[in-house]
């Protein structure tokens, strides 16, 4: 399990960039980063688990892992290499699951979307899903959390939710051993808000961190034992994002009036196409002037002596008149 970084050049696409090569997907911009080595191409991780733990700059693991500072994050999403899985592996079972606590995201594909369609992603599904009997409460020791505070079951729900990804996965291990890439995504906020709520110098948010650390570790085993240690297991602990992701929303009762979209003038983004497709319009247009050039000039200068097709049918029609 790794804790890695954002690169301070290139924050807000790293983890996409990062996420993309290590599954075999090409990005457009090359990845300066000496936390990636180039492997086979031909023998990529089958899934790539990524969770990012917010409202703690650092977590000590009980094992040693590989880990990088974080400096500046920002927030990110991996939605392209999603659309990428869905619209390579359509037809096959790979499982692409992203899942938020300020937008409840679940995208699957395939034959996989039978296996997660129970899993619990809304706040009412998750608390509800701890009160039942083969839940974490009966196994974790809770110690200063409480069962009947808001804010400890929403971190301990989010808890649920990894051991709900395991299990449902070591049910249905069929996933996990074909060919088809999988992807988790995980955003975890539960620790933040224990941290609001009873300070970070509190005993609720030591014991809540010491369980995060704990949960992790063993969904981190589990998910690397199920894919038979051919995964990338990932952990992001980011104190706070320095803008805010936010979703812009529109009103049905928005006035229809026309606004200037660009009203600088500027040019429009630059396509890494432009070159290829201008190179094959240009030259394709020189190549047919060409040819209708040569066609016309050897017509025109043409013998009529010569025993042609346009010959014969004017001699034809002389001998007729």
Same mark, same amino acid.
């Given at each position: 399990?790794?804790?890695?970084?954002?690169?301070?050049?290139?924050?807000?696409?790293?983890?996409?960039?990062?996420a993309?090569?290590?599954?075999?997907?090409?990005?457009?911009?090359?990845?300066?980063?000496?936390?990636?080595a180039?492997?086979?191409?031909?023998?990529?991780?089958?899934?790539?688990?990524?969770?990012t733990?917010?409202?703690?700059?650092?977590?000590?693991?009980?094992?040693?892992?590989?880990?990088?500072?974080?400096?500046?994050?920002?927030?990110?999403?991996?939605?392209?290499?999603?659309?990428?899985?869905?619209?390579?592996? *359509?037809?096959?079972?790979? %499982?692409?699951l992203?899942?938020?606590p300020?937008?409840?995201?679940?995208?699957? %594909?395939?034959?996989?979307?039978?296996?997660?369609?129970?899993?619990?992603?809304?706040?009412?599904q998750l608390?509800?899903?701890?009160?039942?009997?083969? &839940? @974490?409460?009966?196994?974790?020791?809770?110690?200063?959390?409480?069962r009947?505070n808001?804010?400890?079951?929403?971190?301990? #729900?989010?808890?649920? %939710?990894?051991?709900?990804?395991?299990?449902?996965?070591?049910?249905?291990k069929?996933?996990?051993?074909?060919? *088809?890439?999988?992807?988790?995504?995980?955003?975890?906020?539960?620790?933040?808000?224990?941290?609001?709520?009873?300070?970070?110098?509190?005993?609720?948010?030591?014991?809540? #961190?010491?369980?995060?650390?704990?949960?992790?570790?063993?969904?981190?085993?589990?998910?690397?034992?199920?894919?038979?240690?051919?995964?990338?297991?990932?952990?992001?602990?980011?104190?706070?994002?320095?803008?805010?992701?936010?979703?812009?929303?529109?009103?049905?009762?928005?006035?229809?009036?026309?606004?200037?979209?660009?009203?600088?003038?500027?040019?429009?983004?630059?396509?890494?196409?432009? &070159?290829? @497709?201008?190179?094959?319009?240009?030259?394709?247009?020189?190549?047919?002037?060409?040819?209708?050039i040569?066609?016309?000039y050897?017509?025109?200068?043409?013998?009529?002596?010569?025993?042609?097709? @346009?010959?014969?049918?004017?001699?034809?029609?002389?001998?007729m008149?």
């Open positions: 399990m790794n804790l890695v970084s954002y690169d301070p050049l290139s924050q807000l696409f790293f983890e996409m960039e990062v993309a090569l290590s599954m075999g997907f090409s990005v457009e911009d090359d990845l300066s980063w000496p936390g990636l180039v492997g086979d191409l031909f023998h990529r991780p089958r899934a790539t688990v990524l969770v733990v917010k409202g703690v700059d650092k977590l000590t693991l009980p094992v040693k892992r590989i880990s990088y500072p974080i400096e500046n994050a920002v927030p990110f999403s991996l939605d392209s290499v999603a659309n990428a899985i869905h619209t390579l592996f *359509s037809e096959e079972t790979p %499982v692409v992203q899942l938020a300020s937008e409840e995201r679940v995208y699957m %594909v395939g034959k996989a979307n039978s296996v997660f369609e129970d899993l619990s992603v809304t706040l009412r608390r509800n899903r701890l009160f039942q009997d083969n &839940s @974490i409460l009966s196994s974790l020791p809770l110690n200063s959390l409480s009947n808001e804010v400890d079951l929403l971190f301990l #729900s989010e808890l649920q %939710v990894l051991h709900d990804i395991a299990s449902l996965l070591s049910r249905h069929h996933l996990a051993k074909d060919h *088809s890439p999988d992807l988790y995504s995980l955003e975890l906020a539960g620790l933040e808000e224990v941290g609001k709520r009873y300070g970070e110098d509190s005993q609720q948010f030591k014991d809540a #961190s010491q369980i995060l650390v704990d949960s992790l570790q063993k969904f981190a085993d589990e998910m690397f034992n199920l894919y038979s240690g051919n995964a990338v297991v990932e952990v992001v602990a980011v104190k706070t994002f320095n803008s805010p992701l936010t979703r812009k929303t529109r009103s049905i009762l928005q006035s229809t009036q026309s606004e200037t979209e660009n009203p600088y003038n500027l040019a429009y983004p630059y396509n890494y196409n432009y &070159s290829v @497709i201008f190179n094959i319009i240009l030259w394709m247009m020189i190549g047919l002037a060409l040819a209708v040569v066609i016309s050897n017509l025109w200068n043409m013998d009529p002596g010569y025993d042609s097709i @346009i010959y014969r049918m004017t001699n034809q029609k002389i001998r008149d």
